[in-house]
């Protein structure tokens, strides 16, 4: 009996599963659009043609937004023009489905609802063709691709599907402008130095720049052997070295002063890196450090500023020739991990 239950149980189970779609979603937006075509513009910052499934939908989604955009009417009428008059939606063509669209329109203030609908859903699609691919890659990778770059593919592209699209930009009003920057100047006021940024701990570049900005870009340009790297790495010790981490209401911190640095170093190892630093902070000559001439008392300066340094979180990746997307997908992942507010 159990065994008959099972397979009729099995019998009902359909053979594969429909990818994430609302085809209903679709047609109410594309209706509101062609009654209205405001509604084109409460969806068209984050929404594109390929987020619709039917391929219909998305011809129609195309052919409308490109007329709006060029000042013209969006109807049923001017729409067939453009659209394939073979086409057969079941027993309909294309004029009539457009005519049908129109007839069962959702008012304007919807539009936006069945937007973001659309859009999730085909965000889902996105996920399950990533997730697809990572699996069947994972069973037949070729031999020079290891575990840990697929990891990265695998970062780099989830990363992309939630930052390309996004629906919560915008305008924002002028009185969450003037809350930010009175935010902003109420940290610079908290903070060691009064700068907005993260101080780099040299006086007369952080009063040039008010301290390293986030999101800032900074490059450091030089000939060979002007000291970029030596500067570098003491931007990136004394901002470790003047992390204090201030809890935050939901649980997390936040630096109050200095940061958490990730410092990618393409040429020199961490060893190497380090020696420089302690060089630098106890005014010992590396090459007497890696040479081994140094007295008892060297030897206790540098024994010193090595406790100092296992407490800072200052991370290192020295690995040479890495893209980047490596990069970047490696920096989100100490992010989550430790955060990051330099790297």
């Given at each position: 009996?159990a065994?008959a239950?099972?397979?009729i149980?099995?019998?009902?189970q359909p053979?594969?599963?429909?990818?994430?779609?609302?085809?209903?979603?679709?047609q109410?937006l594309?209706?509101?659009v062609?009654?209205?075509?405001?509604?084109?513009?409460?969806v068209s910052?984050?929404?594109k043609?390929?987020?619709?499934?039917?391929?219909?939908?998305?011809?129609i989604?195309d052919?409308?937004?490109?007329?709006?955009r060029m000042?013209?009417?969006?109807?049923?009428?001017t729409?067939?023009?453009?659209?394939?008059?073979e086409?057969k939606?079941?027993?309909l063509s294309v004029?009539?489905?457009?005519?049908?669209?129109?007839?069962?329109?959702?008012?304007?203030?919807?539009?936006?609802?069945?937007?973001?609908?659309?859009?999730?859903?085909?965000?889902?699609?996105?996920?399950?063709?990533?997730g697809e691919?990572?699996?069947n890659?994972?069973?037949d990778?070729?031999?020079?691709?290891s575990?840990q770059?697929?990891?990265e593919?695998?970062e780099?592209?989830?990363?992309?599907?939630a930052?390309?699209?996004?629906y919560?930009?915008?305008?924002?009003?002028?009185t969450?402008?003037?809350?930010?920057?009175?935010?902003?100047a109420?940290?610079?006021?908290?903070r060691d130095?009064?700068?907005?940024?993260?101080a780099?701990?040299m006086?007369d570049?952080?009063?040039?720049?008010?301290?390293?900005?986030?999101?800032?870009?900074?490059?450091?340009?030089?000939?060979?052997?002007?000291?970029k790297?030596?500067?570098?790495t003491?931007i990136?010790?004394?901002?470790?070295h003047?992390?204090?981490?201030?809890?935050?209401?939901?649980?997390?911190?936040?630096?109050?002063n200095?940061?958490?640095?990730?410092f990618?170093?393409?040429e020199m190892?961490?060893?190497?890196?380090?020696?420089?630093?302690?060089?630098e902070?106890?005014e010992?000559?590396?090459?007497r450090?890696?040479?081994g001439e140094?007295?008892?008392?060297d030897?206790?300066?540098?024994?010193?500023?090595?406790?100092?340094?296992?407490?800072?979180?200052?991370y290192?990746?020295?690995?040479g020739?890495?893209?980047?997307?490596q990069l970047?997908?490696?920096?989100?992942?100490?992010?989550?991990?430790?955060?990051l507010?330099l790297w």
């Amino acid at each position: 009996m159990a065994e008959a239950a099972r397979r009729i149980a099995l019998a009902e189970q359909p053979l594969y599963r429909e990818a994430p779609n609302n085809i209903e979603a679709e047609q109410a937006l594309l209706g509101a659009v062609l009654v209205n075509n405001d509604a084109f513009y409460r969806v068209s910052d984050f929404l594109k043609s390929a987020h619709f499934y039917e391929p219909l939908h998305r011809k129609i989604f195309d052919v409308a937004a490109e007329l709006i955009r060029m000042g013209k009417i969006a109807n049923p009428v001017t729409l067939k023009t453009f659209l394939p008059a073979e086409e057969k939606v079941g027993e309909l063509s294309v004029a009539q489905y457009l005519a049908r669209l129109a007839a069962e329109a959702v008012t304007v203030i919807n539009a936006a609802d069945y937007g973001r609908a659309i859009y999730d859903l085909a965000t889902r699609r996105a996920l399950i063709t990533v997730g697809e691919e990572m699996v069947n890659l994972a069973y037949d990778a070729p031999v020079d691709l290891s575990p840990q770059d697929q990891i990265e593919d695998a970062e780099r592209r989830l990363f992309e599907l939630a930052e390309t699209g996004r629906y919560d930009g915008g305008f924002e009003s002028f009185t969450d402008a003037v809350k930010t920057a009175v935010d902003m100047a109420n940290a610079a006021f908290m903070r060691d130095g009064h700068l907005s940024g993260i101080a780099t701990g040299m006086r007369d570049l952080d009063r040039r720049m008010g301290g390293l900005q986030p999101s800032d870009l900074v490059v450091l340009a030089g000939r060979p052997g002007m000291g970029k790297t030596s500067l570098a790495t003491n931007i990136a010790f004394n901002i470790a070295h003047g992390y204090k981490a201030a809890p935050q209401a939901d649980g997390s911190f936040k630096a109050a002063n200095g940061g958490v640095v990730g410092f990618f170093s393409l040429e020199m190892s961490s060893e190497q890196l380090a020696t420089r630093i302690i060089s630098e902070q106890t005014e010992i000559p590396s090459y007497r450090i890696r040479r081994g001439e140094i007295d008892p008392s060297d030897f206790d300066r540098i024994a010193q500023m090595a406790r100092e340094m296992e407490t800072i979180p200052l991370y290192i990746d020295e690995t040479g020739g890495i893209s980047i997307a490596q990069l970047t997908a490696r920096a989100r992942r100490l992010k989550r991990q430790r955060g990051l507010d330099l790297w």
